[in-house]
Structure formats: structure tokens, C-alpha cells
């Protein structure tokens, strides 16, 4: 068949919903390619042509604009040939120019095996998708018919496009709602990456069929009858299990072969909503419906848009699958996005829904994409985003929203809003509080309870689901970090000046540059930054400002970070992320206390008198004198060590008096035991030394303790 030939057969294809002039326009660009690709050949010893020609025959199946078509024609132009962007905009006008454009940009990523190339590659995707998302799509048809010719590559380059083909472009197809495409695409990539298993697992399947067509006719022609009877429109038809989803169901939920396909698969097409319930009576009538196994995806259609009401029966001794759907949610289902352009002259209710949901999680990908630090990061938010597996939740106004499995109330509080999830404190979950980190179900209402002033706890990292709440959650506390060592490092820096007679107020700008320049940092507010993380030290960076940035380099003489000064900072008791409290001595208001500062950790406080304090001059110039404020409310940890009499109860009398004296136990551990005497280890919490005190003299007043010692490492 000629060339020629298959671009009018195109023509008569697109003739069923394009006008004569945009067919023309697809021709013409046609003629184009084919002139560029001249001289140019396959691996298969084809025609570069029949490529782009096979790619623009995929998008009219979908019944793509005439743009898109264009760009299918043209994808590998601008790559492959030399012609300028220019060119193609002067010819073709400048949205089609775009779009090959941006599929030429994405033609050129490669998502191998390094991390860093693959996540910063996700990223220019993204880019192109917010762009135009039919850059995408005219990318994923290109995907799907190299990947139908992909027999003659070398076997590593195989391997390499069809593991790339199943980490992201499958998944990006359901994302999008095309699950004609995506699971083409996963059947394509695993008998790509597992040819035998492939093989075998399609003759079985054959196989399987072939034993099993009475009974699938049977049941066929029973809902047929059942259909007809109560006057139903409908068609049935019978729904074919996809190779790579027989082998991920083997393999992850350990079924045998043999128990997948004794599932009775159909499929129900009707004319309206209305009809989708009456079908789903009908055929509870006639089949006793599985409890637990309904799902109503027309009343709360799944992120990517798909509709459909899903039931399993049990009849004729084997279970039986049905999926009732109207025909434009069949279109949406398999096509997705795509389907947006079949309605694009008059839109539906359901397709300007599917387009909000793209565009929706298309923002969201931006808004990612802004907050996260590296690509790394960034493609490790996203990856949960193209694996969803869905619940639906309710707000309190009984809006419906929808989250991956495992979300929990803090993932929902910010999926409502990111200054929503920034200030959750609490949340109720039907009405009665709950817990943030536990899960959510499906049909629960969840509550949201906030509060002025609350941030991120950082503890939510380690349960939060979804890449919104994880980088809204990182980008927050990151601005609490730097705010914090901005504020800490000022602290610092103003108390070293000090020992030296100034004030920072005194230092002009151009000597602020100077120290600038001389450490190598982009701003003063970097440098202050890096004193309070303890990368810097504030004596050193206080004596470039004090005598001249030369003047600083380390000598014998340097004292300490006090730089002369006898004032100490003054903490609060809980300051945050760059102020922590050493575990080694568990320093408590009222202690001698000093301040050490660690590389990007910022300060540790321990007891002056802690062993695991520096010895050594260096050491000790990373010390900072502190002192407590004085109206700290705040609970801290003490270990007591407390030897006692073995007597029945008498460990609830040691708790009991703690409480008598206000405090709180954290931890009980009984370390050493005879006969006679037990030595119980004892964490309690105290507002500082006075508090303690009292607390020990409660259990040093109990009959059995023979001695009571706060413990100091």
C-alpha cells in the first residue's frame, strides 16, 4: 500500500468530524514532513515517514484537533531534520510551532537510570504539559507506535523504553483518563521487558478462553433476556484481561492464574445515567450481589475522570464483573483528556469536569514543582500523584474529595488549602475527634480544626501520603528553618560584637559587602543564616566586621564565640528547629547551661559541668554562654534514678507521688533487681530545678526509697 494511499485513508478518517480546510491543513503538513524525512529510515527498513503518518492515525482514533494531528506530522521535524521553529510558526502558525516544539523538547528526555536525570527530565514534562497538554498527548501516540515497532532495537535500548514506558508514560496515560492507551502501553512494555512470561501467560489466556465460551455466552444472553424484559437499553460486551494486570495480580496479591480467570468479566452500555441504576437492579435481581463489592464511580467519579457503576455477582457457581456506563462515560474511560476534543463544539457536563480535573492536577504539579527544592525531590512528590488508588471523604458541607488510599486527615487538610494544612491543629473525624496520622476511609466526614500561629510539625513527614502535603510540608518548614537561624545567628552575632565595643548598627554596608565577599556568600542575611545553623563562627565573622575582613583569619588567640563578652544569650526553653536539648545531660531551667554549635544543625544546649562537652581550645570556642528567661512554662525531661525496697505497689507509689507534685512520667523502667532492692529508672517531666526538687522529695518521702539521683551522662 502506498504512502499516498494511507494519507488519504487518513483523510477519510478525519473527514468524519474535521472540515475540508483543517484536512487540508493535516495534508499539507504531511507533504511537509515527508519532504524533510526524505532520505531517512526506520530500524525496520520503513520510511521515517510512516512514523509521524502511524502517530497522527492514533490521534485521529481519538479524534483529535486538526493542531494536534499537525504536530504529529511534524513531531520529529525540528529534531531530526535541522528546520528552525521559525520555519515551522512562519508555515504552519505559531500554536502548532509550540507544540512540536514542545514534543521535539520531550522527544529529546531520556529517563535512564540516574535519578538526577530522570526527576530533572519529569520536571521539563510538567512544564510542557501545563504549556499545552496536548503536547502530551501527541507524545504518548509517538510512545505507543514506537513502542508497537519496537522489535528491531538492540536489546538494551528495548529494556531501557519499555521500563521508562511503564514508570512514566502508562502511568501518565491513567492519569490522564486514556486507559485504552495505558494499558496498551503495559501490555507493550511487559512483553517487552518479560517476553517468555508474556508468551506464556497470552496462550494460557487463549486457552482459557476458549474452555470457558459456553459459559460467558450463557451468562451474555441471561442479562440480555433480563435487559429486554424490563425494557432496557443496552449493549453487553464481554471485557478482556490485560496480560501486564494478570501478571502484577500473580505476582502482588499471590493469585494463581486459574483463580484471575475465573472472574466472569462484562461490560453494560446504556443511554443514560438513569439507565446505568435500573441496568444495576436488573441485574441484582437476577444475580445475588457480592456484599462490599459495589462501587458508585458515577456518583464520585475517580481522579482521572472515569465513571462507571461497578458490582460482582455470584451466579452459576463463578463470580461475575459489571461495569454499567453510559456511552459517553465508555468514551471518557477509554480516551480520557482526549475525549475532551470529540466534545470540544458542544461540551458536557462530564468532559468539562474531566478537563478540570487535568488542569486541576496539572496546577498542582506546578505548585510542586515551585516548592521543591531539586528535581529529586520534586519527582518523589509526584510519583504518589500517578499511582492513585482513591477514597472519597467528605467535608463537613458534604463536598466530595478525593484522596490517594492511605491519606490521612493532615493530606486532606491540605488538599482543601495549603494555609489550611499549615495551621491544622486537631481534626474531627464523623463528628468525634481524631487521630491526624491514622488513615482515612471512604464515605467518612472529615473536620479540619485550625489554629492562628500553629505550624507543620515536622513528625507529619513520616505519615503524610500525598506530594502536595509532603512539599507544602517541607517548603513551610523550610522558612521556619531559615527564619529561625536568621534570628538565632543575629543573636550571635550582636552578643560577639559586643565583646569587641560594637554594635552591628555601626557597621556601614560597604564593610558588610566586604565580609560578604571575603566568606564567599551570595548575602549578609546568608551569612547571619549560616552563624545560626553553626556553619560560622559568629566570633570570627564579628571580628571581620569589627577590624576588616583580613583581619580574620583564626589565630592562638581566639578565646571563645564570646569574643570577650561576659553577656550571655538568653533562651526561652523550646526554640524551635535550631535549638535542641542535649539528651546526654538533659539540661532543665535553672541549670548552668551553654549553647554548642554544630555544622547546619544550629545549637545544642548541655549542663556546664556535661561530660561530652569539648575539652579542647577549639572545642570551647563553639561554646555560648546561656542563660534561662525567666517565665518559661515550658515541660522538660529529667532522668531519675531511684533505688527502693521490693514491696508489693510499690512502684504505683512512686508514680503516684509524682503526680502529687504536678509532674508527668514519660518513661518507667525497673533496671536492677534482688531480692531485696529493685533500682527503677525514671523519666519525668518538670518545669525546672525548683519543680524537680519538690517532685524528688515526694518519692525521697515514700518508706521503701532508700535513694533518689538525677542522672547525667
Not at 457536563?349 to 531539586?374: C, I, P, Y
Not at 467518612?444 to 489554629?451: G, R
Not at 542575611?525 to 564579628?542: P, T
Amino acid at each position: 500500500m502506498s504512502l499516498e494511499a494511507t494519507v488519504e485513508g487518513l483523510a477519510v478518517e478525519l473527514s468524519t468530524y474535521l472540515d475540508t480546510n483543517r484536512i487540508n491543513q493535516v495534508r499539507r503538513a504531511y507533504y511537509y514532513a515527508e519532504q524533510a524525512h526524505e532520505g531517512q529510515m526506520r530500524k525496520s527498513g520503513d520510511r521515517y515517514i510512516t512514523h509521524p503518518l502511524a502517530v497522527a492515525h492514533i490521534l485521529a482514533d481519538l479524534k483529535l484537533d486538526h493542531q494536534s494531528l499537525m504536530a504529529a506530522m511534524l513531531h520529529d521535524v525540528i529534531e531530526d531534520t535541522g528546520i528552525p521553529k521559525d520555519a515551522l510558526a512562519e508555515q504552519f502558525g505559531e500554536d502548532v510551532a509550540e507544540l512540536v516544539d514542545g514534543v521535539s523538547k520531550l522527544t529529546q528526555i531520556e529517563f535512564r537510570s540516574r535519578a538526577e536525570a530522570q526527576a530533572e527530565n519529569f520536571q521539563k514534562m510538567t512544564l510542557a504539559m501545563a504549556r499545552d497538554i496536548r503536547v502530551i498527548l501527541v507524545k504518548l501516540a509517538d510512545r505507543l507506535h514506537n513502542m508497537r515497532t519496537l522489535g528491531p532495537m538492540p536489546y538494551e535500548k528495548r529494556k531501557r523504553i519499555a521500563t521508562e514506558t511503564l514508570d512514566i508514560y502508562a502511568p501518565i496515560a491513567n492519569r490522564l483518563g486514556m486507559h485504552a492507551i495505558s494499558t496498551e502501553l503495559e501490555d507493550l512494555g511487559f512483553a517487552a521487558l518479560h517476553p517468555m512470561r508474556s508468551r506464556y501467560i497470552s496462550k494460557a489466556v487463549a486457552k482459557a478462553r476458549g474452555s470457558h465460551r459456553e459459559i460467558i455466552e450463557e451468562i451474555r444472553g441471561r442479562l440480555q433476556e433480563k435487559l429486554e424484559e424490563r425494557g432496557l437499553p443496552g449493549r453487553i460486551m464481554g471485557r478482556e484481561k490485560h496480560l501486564n494486570s494478570i501478571y502484577n495480580k500473580m505476582k502482588l496479591k499471590q493469585k494463581s492464574f486459574y483463580e484471575i480467570m475465573d472472574v466472569y468479566a462484562f461490560r453494560i452500555i446504556t443511554d443514560t445515567e438513569d439507565d446505568c441504576y435500573r441496568i444495576l437492579g436488573a441485574v441484582h435481581s437476577l444475580y445475588k450481589p457480592m456484599p462490599g463489592r459495589f462501587k458508585d464511580y458515577i456518583a464520585m467519579p475517580k481522579a482521572n475522570g472515569y465513571q462507571s457503576l461497578h458490582t460482582t455477582l455470584f451466579g452459576m457457581h463463578v463470580n461475575i464483573e459489571i461495569q454499567i456506563r453510559t456511552e459517553e462515560m465508555e468514551h471518557i474511560a477509554n480516551d480520557g483528556i482526549a475525549a475532551h476534543w470529540m466534545y470540544k463544539n458542544e461540551p458536557t457536563s462530564v468532559t468539562s469536569v474531566n478537563q478540570t480535573r487535568v488542569d486541576r492536577w496539572v496546577k498542582g504539579l506546578m505548585e510542586m514543582r515551585e516548592r521543591a527544592d531539586d528535581s529529586l525531590e520534586f519527582i518523589e512528590h509526584v510519583k504518589v500523584d500517578l499511582f492513585p488508588d482513591e477514597i472519597y471523604v467528605f467535608t463537613p458541607r458534604g463536598k466530595i474529595m478525593e484522596l490517594p488510599r492511605g491519606a490521612t486527615p493532615v493530606d486532606f487538610a491540605y488538599a482543601i488549602h495549603t494555609d489550611i494544612g499549615n495551621a491544622t491543629v486537631a481534626c474531627r473525624i464523623n463528628r468525634n475527634l481524631g487521630s491526624l496520622s491514622k488513615p482515612l476511609q471512604s464515605g467518612q466526614t472529615v473536620e479540619v480544626i485550625t489554629a492562628p500561629g500553629a505550624r507543620p510539625n515536622p513528625a507529619w513527614l513520616s505519615f503524610v501520603v500525598t506530594g502536595k502535603a509532603r512539599s507544602s510540608i517541607r517548603h513551610t518548614l523550610k522558612g521556619q528553618k531559615l527564619a529561625e537561624s536568621m534570628e538565632l545567628g543575629r543573636v550571635l552575632l550582636k552578643k560577639s560584637l559586643n565583646g569587641f565595643g560594637k554594635r552591628l548598627s555601626d557597621i556601614d554596608d560597604a564593610q558588610k559587602q566586604a565580609v560578604v565577599n571575603h566568606n564567599q556568600v551570595n548575602s549578609f542575611d546568608e551569612l547571619i543564616s549560616d552563624i545560626g545553623l553553626g556553619n560560622r563562627m559568629a566570633y570570627l565573622v564579628a571580628r571581620q566586621l569589627a577590624f576588616g575582613a583580613e583581619s580574620a583569619e583564626p589565630s592562638e588567640e581566639v578565646k571563645d564565640i564570646q569574643g570577650g563578652s561576659d553577656v550571655p544569650v538568653t533562651i526561652q526553653g523550646t526554640e524551635g528547629m535550631l535549638v535542641h536539648f542535649a539528651d546526654c545531660c538533659k539540661p532543665i531551667p535553672g541549670d548552668p547551661v551553654v549553647g554548642v554549635m554544630g555544622s547546619g544543625s544550629g545549637m545544642v544546649i548541655h549542663s556546664d559541668t556535661c561530660s561530652r562537652l569539648p575539652e579542647d581550645n577549639e572545642g570551647r570556642s563553639r561554646l555560648t554562654h546561656l542563660t534561662w528567661a525567666k517565665d518559661i512554662t515550658d515541660e522538660f525531661s529529667v532522668e531519675l534514678r531511684v533505688e527502693l525496697e521490693r514491696q508489693h505497689g510499690v512502684i504505683a507509689e512512686v508514680a503516684n507521688a509524682v503526680a502529687m507534685a504536678d509532674g508527668n512520667i514519660e518513661r518507667i523502667n525497673v533496671d536492677e533487681q534482688n531480692a531485696r532492692f529493685s533500682v527503677v529508672s525514671l523519666v519525668v517531666k518538670v518545669h525546672g530545678r525548683k519543680h524537680l526538687a519538690r517532685v524528688m522529695r515526694r518519692v525521697r518521702n515514700i518508706k521503701a526509697v532508700t535513694s533518689i539521683n538525677r542522672v547525667k551522662y
